[in-house]
Nanobody, 127 residues
Framework: QLQLVESGGGLVQPGGSLTLSCTAS????????MSWFRQAPGKEREGVSC????????NHADSVKGRFTISRDNAKNTVYLHMNSLKPEDTAVYYC????????????????????WGQGTLITVSS
């Protein structure tokens, strides 16, 4: 069974930092581009950050550029989202997603690609 499990969510104060992890089971992430999405209450799901299979290419939404970084450790079958300078508007359920690709440079912030999704982890940024 292909499964992604996110962890690391919780409550954090504005200006704080948090790192999310997404670990795969049942398959290897080596040939999957990975993305993080988020969905705030009453809003559509949006792409936050993505990283190619090699880790050499990545992209971020304008709203998080300079604050969030994405990395992956294929040996650990895990992708990470490092979040700094968190703002209340970052409050959302964060999901990771894996899309199979044979490109070493491609990744996407679009959720139109069918792939494997995690169940989500909630981040609340509040004082």
């Amino acid at each position: 069974q292909l499964q992604l499990v996110e962890s690391g969510g919780g409550l954090v104060q504005p200006g704080g930092s948090l790192t999310l992890s997404c670990t795969a089971s049942g398959f290897s992430l080596n040939i999957y581009a990975m993305s993080w999405f988020r969905q705030a209450p009453g809003k559509e799901r949006e792409g936050v950050s993505c990283i190619s299979t090699s880790g050499g290419s990545h992209n971020h939404a304008d709203s998080v550029k300079g604050r969030f970084t994405i990395s992956r450790d294929n040996a650990k079958n895990t992708v990470y989202l490092h979040m700094n300078s968190l703002k209340p508007e970052d409050t959302a359920v964060y999901y990771c997603a894996a899309v199979q690709t044979y490109s070493s440079t491609w990744c996407s912030l679009s959720n139109k690609y069918r792939g494997v999704w995690g169940q989500g982890t909630l981040i609340t940024v509040s004082s």
